[in-house]
């Protein structure tokens, strides 16, 4: 089969044998180039063979699915809570990191990592649900609902799945962002796009005087941004005692802004990947929200290329500016 890999921090295609072993075998039809992927080929990041963990495909008997790339262990204390994505295995658990991702021709998986999808959803689109799951846990950390405001920050994949899944929950979303393709998303999922954090454009207040707990009205501050300045300007939207949910994946320090967090007492909650609440999983959540809004796909995916070329589809992946958002491959 033609697959994906990273070697000497370039994307290159070869053959490679067909997975073999226990689990389901899944014919890949789509798997989409995650942030993280372009950040570990840069950073030389050691993975364990095939990227990709935003999957979809058809089992053997022509079946749709999406993959939850987790195998968890089933066993350890956090396993046994529904928070399998700190399972005590830590990244092995992982495909596409710790053992094989969907960037090929075919992936094997145990069963308990199909997501079974909505009639509405095909196996092109549905590889979607993926990114869609991260918003979907955040949204769930955060309690999001009709009462509360909420505030996206970064309008990357993972803000306008933010959009996605709050709007979802009920929630008025207003969001700041900066390349035109990425606002005009936002704006088709429901966001109300405005030009700063301190409620610029929507009728918010000032954040004032950032030294004090002054200033800002949103309830909850989902950052998908991952940057410094983002987070100082999320404490600055924040009403005092409101909530600030780190969803972005970063792989720097991150810097907050210590007055501001403790002037208005604020609430820090870390989100990642998904896991389950009770018998419902996070990410059979996202696709039930993905069958239900075809303007999800419709405002995400900008660019489907072959296997053959994922190295230019690699680099389209990167030009924010010239309007990609959600580049696919499709073997």
């Not at 350890?76 to 094989?100: E, H, L, N, P």
């Not at 196996?123 to 990114?131: C, I, M, N, S």
């Not at 404490?235 to 005092?240: E, Q």
């Not at 303007?295 to 660019?303: E, T």
Request: hydrophobic share 40%.
């Amino acid at each position: 089969m033609r697959a994906v890999k990273f070697v000497d921090r370039q994307v290159v295609v070869e053959d490679m044998p067909s997975p073999r072993g226990e689990g389901v075998l899944v014919n890949v039809r789509a798997c989409g180039i995650c942030g993280s992927d372009t950040t570990m080929l840069d950073m030389g990041y050691s993975i364990f063979g095939i990227p990709g963990h935003e999957i979809s495909g058809q089992l053997e008997d022509g079946t749709p699915v999406a993959i939850e790339p987790l195998e968890p262990c089933g066993a350890c204390k956090y396993c046994a809570t529904g928070d399998t994505q700190v399972c005590m295995k830590g990244k092995s658990t992982i495909f596409g990191v710790g053992r094989d991702g969907g960037m090929a021709e075919q992936i094997l998986v145990p069963a308990s990592s199909l997501v079974a999808l909505p009639r509405s959803l095909d196996a092109t689109t549905a590889f979607l649900v993926e990114p869609l799951a991260v918003a979907v846990h955040g949204v769930r950390r955060a309690a999001i609902d009709g009462s509360i405001r909420v505030l996206v920050i970064g309008a990357g994949t993972i803000g306008l799945c933010a959009v996605a899944a709050a709007r979802a929950a009920g929630a008025e979303v207003d969001l700041v962002g900066r390349h035109p393709a990425q606002l005009a998303a936002a704006r088709q999922l429901g966001a109300q796009v405005i030009e700063s954090a301190d409620g610029s454009g929507s009728g918010g207040n000032s954040s004032g005087n950032s030294g004090g707990n002054s200033g800002g009205n949103y309830d909850v501050v989902l950052d998908c941004a991952g940057t410094e300045s983002a987070i100082e300007a999320a404490c600055n939207a924040l009403r005092p005692k409101g909530q600030l949910v780190l969803l972005s994946s970063s792989w720097d320090k991150l810097i907050l802004p210590g007055l501001i967090i403790g002037a208005k007492e604020l609430d820090i909650r870390v989100s990642a990947m998904y896991g389950r609440s009770g018998s419902v999983r996070d990410i059979d959540a996202a696709a039930a929200i993905l069958g239900a809004n075809d303007a999800v796909a419709d405002a995400l995916i900008s660019d489907r290329f072959p296997l053959d070329r994922a190295p230019e589809a690699f680099e389209r992946s990167r030009d924010r500016k010239g309007g990609a958002i959600k580049v696919v491959l499709e073997p």
